[in-house]
């Protein structure tokens, strides 16, 4: 099992970006699959998940309405769109696999049983 991100960068405030993960060894689509991202100094955090079954997301609240994750199964790449970036979204983001459930908490956070990850991909967002 290999996930490889790529797409990050460097981008002013307001920007956007586009995260890749080209996964191998497995299909996206047979696995809940998602998006976590870890700040110099903070504790990783889930941004983004989907399920296996339905292909139902969910989305810290923080990015929510900004961020759009999406799977493309021909290609068995994982995606994060991410929109009108601001500078605490800068962080190493990892796309990895779900290997248990998916739950939001009533404070907005998102939690993901996150199994096996890529080497993650730094975005920047400068002000």
């Known amino acids: 099992l290999q996930l490889v991100e790529s797409g990050g960068g460097l981008v002013q405030e307001g920007g956007s970006l586009r995260l890749s993960c080209a996964a191998s060894g497995f299909s996206v689509d047979d696995y809940a699959i998602g998006w976590f991202r870890q700040a110099p100094g903070k504790e990783r955090e889930a941004v983004s998940c989907i399920s296996a079954n339905d292909g139902t997301t969910y989305y810290l609240d923080s990015v929510k309405g900004r961020f759009t994750i999406s799977r493309d199964n021909a290609k068995n790449t994982l995606y994060l769109n991410m929109n009108d970036l601001a500078p605490e979204d800068t962080a190493v983001y990892y796309c990895?696999?779900?290997?248990?459930?998916?739950?939001?908490?009533?404070?907005?956070?998102?939690?993901?049983?996150?199994?096996?990850w890529g080497q993650g991909t730094q975005v920047t967002v400068s002000s």
């Open positions: 990895a696999t779900v290997m248990g459930s998916i739950r939001t908490t009533w404070t907005g956070a998102l939690e993901c049983d996150f199994g096996s």
